[in-house]
């Protein structure tokens, strides 16, 4: 499973698509150089999109906000990336959440993996570099994760792109992962996709 996160253009969304991303991210957080506003993601053609369903990606944002654009935007998954809790997750349904983890949080895998078991309930995770926020650029330490005992499938965040991606992929293979989010890594601009870089790092993970 490939996300490509950060979605700012219509060209990016239907090109990022039609290379194969599974998943579209859309930012809502006001402070990323990646925001956009509902109507963003809701004017997009079917055609566009293709098989790709659209991730709504929050931060602060309360519950009836979250709730709100995940209607206006016509989302299909809501990326909680503000360390929201089970409740939080409950409200807004817990078969439509990518429930964010950093593991740089935790003393050790166990741990992490732990506090993943508390949301178990939740679609997908997705673990990312630092201890809070996302679109940082950086890594995390694959062969570590390699070890984690996650009770759901997890995508791989942090950055990623055409150089490290296979061996992200090959070092977590084993750990229940279910894919990639690739963002800053195949990026010319904050916000702009370079479609070669989304490209050759999508057929490296599927090579
Ligand atoms: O990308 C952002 O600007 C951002 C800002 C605040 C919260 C989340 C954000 N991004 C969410 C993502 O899923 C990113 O793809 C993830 O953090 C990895 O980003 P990168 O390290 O640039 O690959």
Redesign the pocket.
Known sequence: MI?V??MTRPEDVRLCAEAGADLL?F?F?P????FVTPDFPASLEPEALGQARKVG?F?KESVVEVRHTLDEARLDYV?L?GGQDQKFCRSVGFERVIKVFWPERYASLDELAEDMARFADCALF?L??GTS??????SLDFAALAKLDSPRPWLL????GPKNVRAAVEACAKANLAGV?????VESA?GLKDIEKVRTAIAACRR
């Open positions: 996300k996160c950060g991210g930012i957080h402070a990323s150089p990646r990606v931060v990326q990336h997705l990312d570099a926020g996302g679109g940082h650029g950086r965040a942090g950055g990623l989010d690739l963002n800053s890594g904050p």
